[in-house]
């Protein structure tokens, strides 16, 4: 069965950094494409980031986030790592990590993870 773990959620300072854990259950982390999706308090769930598992391995940035996170997979750990560094308070939600079941990043993710609380502080 398709299972989605997260881990590293927490409370962290503006301009710190975090690492989010995405790790796979039924699947390797590296044979579709994942994204990291994120849903603040009042506000539409926003795709931050998704990596493909096409042969160029496209990264697609979502707009609220710029340069300031990045995306990476263990295969042998079989997990899924979102990067996120010089954080401010508009990062504050629930982050979810999910899969396409597909090579492509488009559509909706068949498959989501529990979810992870990050808020970031003044």
């Known amino acids: 069965q398709v299972q989605l773990v997260e881990s590293g959620g927490g409370l962290v300072q503006s301009g710190g950094s975090l690492r989010l854990s995405c790790t796979t259950s039924g699947f390797t982390v590296d044979r579709y494409a994942m994204g990291w999706f994120r849903q603040a308090p009042g506000k539409e769930r926003e795709r931050v980031l998704c990596?493909?598992?096409?042969?160029?391995?496209?990264?697609y940035y979502g707009d609220s986030v710029n340069d300031r996170f990045t995306v990476s997979r263990d295969r042998a750990k079989n997990t899924m790592y979102l990067q996120m560094n010089s954080m401010n308070p508009e990062d504050t939600a629930v982050y979810y990590c999910?899969?396409?079941?597909?090579?492509?990043?488009?559509?909706?993710?068949?498959?989501w993870g529990q979810g992870t609380q990050v808020t970031v502080s003044s």
């Open positions: 999910a899969t396409y079941q597909s090579y492509y990043c488009d559509g909706n993710p068949d498959y």
């Open positions: 990596i493909s598992s096409s042969g160029d391995g496209r990264i």
